[in-house]
């Protein structure tokens, strides 16, 4: 079973690590302490582990590792420099979480939708965020949330 | 859930990945991994080797020609979604998984995977697409109708590599679907396909996804198109154009009611397919 060295950055900082063929990027990234992205479903349904890959949001517990390398990885640790960004903040002022088990993959995956949408009605919100599943806050106060979020950053 | 332990190969071509394929007892093609990867954790699969395709850039890009589009296979369902045409393939992309699939799966890979009730099959056939496959004997072209069977498999051998698919331009064509809420694929799905000569309907191809494991032409609906039914009148054949031998029951659905809601989704599918067509 073949072992893999692969080079990659992690939200701006090189790693490399030593896996084997099968690791998940989910649990690579987490083993090496960027424990943002979640393992939740495990089956690519949830979204609990999305991160960006070169810059788009991927499920990171349906990827290699060893497929990572050479790319750039931000988990949520890596969307902001210093404190909370517009839409972490918003989904704390919209209370959008609950147990914030899905928040990660939540924030990684409205930061890509924000990115190509900047102003989008509450459809588009849900539909964006299809493959990321909440089990506790019924979505009303993410919707709000990345509502705030976009107009927030439409403002600056 | 982990896969078994497996080796790895990255090959940057074509030829290389053929070769690597062929010196493995179990060797399997790995794409965007949505199908194969989840495959693997279940344990319904353990392939000795993977082969990742990714390095393989001439497997990536789109070429749209009046209308007809030319896919790599190795283009993600999200880039081809910038240049699909309004039609069967562009309503299947907007519909087909969630944003992070869309950005990681592969056309490629959902055809030759065929999932049961996975959407591109349906449209490939009601779109009557030709399908690339290459060997170590070579290349083959194969129509759509031949690819797949209503048992849920496709025709490509062991260690053959599907490349490249054509789906030729038609007067109007459209996909509808019923989506699973958790897998987001179809409970049924339904695509289809019309050529338009003096307003009327000159000829028609209906297929279906989720009814039974693999994609089936709807030939009962086809026909009645083609000799002047309008769409509701037409799509009453659908329960009946599915083998009822193969229906697919499982927790979320009866075959029965699969069945039963096909009717009203070839309605849909092919009154958005007149339009787009102008036929009213």
Redesign the interface.
């Known amino acids: 079973?073949?072992e893999?060295e692969v080079a990659f950055t992690v939200n701006g900082e090189p790693e490399t690590v030593s896996v084997?063929?099968?690791t998940?990027l989910v649990h690579a990234l987490r083993d090496l302490g960027y424990t943002g992205p979640n393992v939740g479903c495990?089956?690519?349904?949830c979204?609990a582990c999305?991160v960006h890959?070169d810059g788009?949001?991927?499920?990171s517990c349906?990827?290699?590792a060893?497929?990572a390398d050479g790319r750039e990885v931000t988990t949520v640790a890596g969307v902001s420099d210093e404190g909370l960004d517009a839409v972490q903040e918003a989904f704390h002022e919209e209370h959008g979480l609950q147990c914030g088990y899905c928040t990660p993959g939540m924030v990684m995956?409205v930061e890509?939708?924000l990115e190509e949408n900047p102003d989008p009605s509450r459809e588009e919100v849900r539909a964006?965020l299809?493959?990321?599943i909440c089990r506790c806050t019924g979505y009303q106060n993410i919707v709000d949330a990345v509502q705030a979020a976009a107009a927030e950053r439409r403002a600056d | 859930m982990f896969p078994a332990g497996f080796d790895y190969e990255a090959p940057e071509s074509v030829a290389d990945a053929l070769d690597a394929h062929a010196e493995r007892e179990n060797a399997a093609f790995l794409a965007g991994g949505h199908s194969l990867l989840a495959e693997m954790k279940r344990g319904e699969t353990a392939p000795d080797t993977v082969i990742d395709l990714g390095g393989i850039d001439r497997l990536r890009g789109v070429g749209v020609d009046e209308g007809t589009v030319r896919v790599g296979a190795l283009t993600t369902y999200s880039s081809l979604a910038e240049d699909a045409p309004a039609g069967a393939l562009a309503d299947a992309l907007d519909h087909l998984g969630d944003r992070q699939i869309r950005n990681r799966g592969t056309v490629g890979g959902n055809l030759a995977a065929c999932d049961a009730g996975a959407d591109l099959p349906p449209v490939a056939l009601a779109t009557g697409a030709t399908l690339t496959a290459q060997s170590r004997d070579g290349e083959r072209n194969v129509d759509a109708d031949n690819f797949f069977t209503p048992g849920g498999e496709t025709v490509l051998r062991d260690g053959e590599l599907l490349t490249e698919i054509e789906f030729p331009a038609c007067d109007g064509s459209a996909y509808v679907k019923n989506t699973h809420p958790a897998s987001g694929y179809a409970l049924v799905g339904v695509s289809a396909a019309v050529t338009v000569e003096s307003g009327a309907v000159a000829s028609a191809r209906v297929a279906a996804t989720g009814a039974v494991p693999g994609p089936v032409r709807l030939s009962g609906v086809e026909s009645a198109l083609e000799g002047g039914a309008n769409a509701e009148d037409a799509a009453a054949h659908a329960p009946d154009d599915v083998p009822a031998d193969l229906l697919r029951s499982d927790p979320h659905a009866s075959g029965e009611y699969r069945a039963s809601v096909l009717e009203p989704y070839a309605e849909r599918v092919v009154t958005a397919a007149l339009e787009r067509a102008g036929v009213r």
């Open positions: 079973m073949s893999h084997e063929a099968r998940l495990e089956s690519g349904k979204g999305t890959l788009e949001a991927v499920k349906t990827m290699l060893v497929q995956t890509a939708f964006a299809k493959g990321n």
